[in-house]
T-cell receptor, first 111, second 115 residues
Framework: SQQGEEDPQALSIQEGENATMNCSYK?????LQWYRQNSGRGLVHLIL?????REKHSGRLRVTLDTSKKSSSLLITASRAADTASYFC???????????FGKGTKLTVNP | EAGVAQSPRYKIIEKRQSVAFWCNPI?????LYWYQQILGQGPKLLIQ????????DSQLPKDRFSAERLKGVDSTLKIQPAKLEDSAVYLC?????????????FGPGTRLTVT
């Protein structure tokens, strides 16, 4: 079963615009992670936010976490064509390192 | 540091045949994972190893799938016999157990097509 659900399923924007993706989950978590997957390749870790954190930044990425609403958002600012990829949220629950992934958001950045 | 290595990158087999995938994790990473990613979905964990012991194999179809990590380093995942619904990308990942609940590093995956 998949814990996280990303929204929207697909997003198409112009280069330079900001892209926002949302993730909702069902059970309590230890941390939430965002990964990127370029077409036909493995996943690349982007950012990890712990359950006691509310916001985190990494370069052009900004992640927020609202544990009361069981949701997270990933903001990519000043998008580039190279940001075109699928983005997945993944949650780690309990004492396990097991990650449960959502179905992902497919982002297309048009030059 | 070198990343997670997987082979082969692509494999096409007929249903009822067997297939094996190989993974070499990042040096020093004690935890190794195998995921199945069906087209249009997120990865689903099949099995998790801690060194050479199994931590979680609750979603592994044990009637046809098997995995081992004999010396706590390389791992193989086998499917025998394959079904059409096994067509997917099989991803291997590793993580550094010393950093609890840390990020996972993924290999490029093996794309399996069962005809």
């Amino acid at each position: 079963s998949q814990q996280g659900e990303e929204d929207p399923q697909a997003l198409s924007i112009q280069e330079g615009e900001n892209a926002t993706m949302n993730c909702s989950y069902k059970t309590s978590i230890n941390n939430l992670q965002w990964y990127r997957q370029n077409s036909g390749r493995g996943l690349v870790h982007l950012i990890l936010i712990r359950s006691n954190e509310r916001e985190k930044h990494s370069g052009r990425l900004r992640v927020t976490l609202d544990t009361s609403k069981k949701s997270s958002s990933l903001l990519i600012t000043a998008s580039r064509a190279a940001d075109t990829a699928s983005y997945f949220c993944a949650t780690a629950q309990g004492g396990s390192e097991k990650l449960v992934f959502g179905k992902g958001t497919k982002l297309t950045v048009n030059p | 540091e070198a990343g997670v290595a997987q082979s082969p990158r692509y494999k096409i087999i007929e249903k009822r045949q067997s297939v094996a995938f190989w993974c070499n994790p990042i040096s020093g990473h004690a935890t190794l994972y195998w995921y199945q990613q069906i087209l249009g979905q997120g990865p689903k964990l099949l099995i998790q190893f801690q060194n050479n012991g199994v931590v979680d194999d609750s979603q592994l179809p044990k009637d046809r799938f098997s995995a081992e990590r004999l010396k706590g380093v390389d791992s193989t995942l086998k499917i025998q016999p394959a079904k059409l619904e096994d067509s997917a990308v099989y991803l291997c990942a590793s993580s550094n157990r010393a950093r609890l609940m840390s990020e996972q590093y993924f290999g490029p995956g093996t794309r399996l097509t069962v005809t």
